[in-house]
């Protein structure tokens, strides 16, 4: 089960905001690996990959998003939220089957 | 520009069988895992299962009995199959493209296809 906290975030434009999620079970493969991802949702938008392997930014991922984290708990941060970063972020586990996701977090700009 | 395109019934009555169909468009078809995620209110993201280009397959197990996915790789598709739908499987279902190396990195998704099961 991933949990994630908290699951609405509101935000001032320019502060950082975070994003916590745990599962209940460690999520190092036994290939060594941590397959940890995060996800955002923008409304209208697909969905888009943020982060894989708990840190790893995937391309054109600007680089105020960050991820980090072993084990069962891990965080994604926004240095700087800009407007265009509202949206539901979701973390999601592959280490084991099924896939889950946590249950999102809402980022809004107060 | 990888594109995944997705299409299929948007309505079903209880006991009908769903039936989607991705097409993906541009990149390696071989290189990756094919995924089907649906997304509702009640279960937010919950995966469905994956196929890769040989046909081998991996099902949540709580959908397992009824789920069957394929793949054509002649033309680049792959398909969902869901048996004996309830409105609990009324959902927006997304096919995405999975990095083999990096499993769970969704990296590209369909645009969704809401589907409504209702009598």
């Known amino acids: 089960v991933m949990t994630q906290t908290p699951l609405s975030s509101p935000v001032t434009l320019g502060q950082p905001a975070s994003i916590s999620c745990r599962s209940s079970?460690?999520?190092?493969?036994?290939?060594?690996?941590?397959?940890l991802s995060w996800l955002q949702q923008r409304p209208g938008q697909p969905i888009r990959l943020l982060i894989y392997?708990?840190?790893n930014r995937f391309s054109g991922v600007p680089d105020r998003f960050s991820g980090s984290g072993a084990g069962t708990d891990f965080t994604l941060k926004i240095s700087r939220v800009e407007a265009e970063d509202v949206g539901v972020y979701y973390c999601?586990?592959?280490?084991?089957?099924?896939?889950?996701f946590g249950q999102g977090t809402t980022v809004e700009i107060k | 520009q990888v594109q995944l395109q997705q299409w299929g019934a948007g309505l079903l009555k209880p006991s009908e069988t769903l039936s989607l169909i991705c097409a993906v468009y541009?990149?390696?078809?071989?290189?990756?895992?094919w995924s089907w995620i649906r997304q509702s209110p009640v279960k937010g993201l919950e995966w469905i299962g994956e196929?890769?280009?040989?046909?081998?397959?991996n099902f949540n197990p709580s959908l397992k009995s009824r789920v069957t996915m394929s793949v054509d790789k002649s033309k680049n598709q792959f398909s969902l199959k869901l048996t004996s739908v309830t409105a609990a499987d009324t959902a927006i279902y997304y096919c995405?493209?999975?990095?083999?190396?990096?499993?769970?990195?969704?990296?590209?998704w369909g645009q969704g296809t809401l589907v409504t099961v209702s009598s």
């Open positions: 392997k708990i840190s």
């Open positions: 999601v586990q592959a280490t084991q089957f099924p896939r889950t």
């Open positions: 541009g990149g390696s078809f071989s290189d990756y895992y």
């Open positions: 079970q460690s999520l190092v493969h036994s290939d060594g690996n941590t397959y």
């Open positions: 995405a493209r999975e990095i083999i190396a990096a499993r769970g990195a969704f990296d590209y």
């Open positions: 196929i890769n280009h040989r046909g081998g397959t």
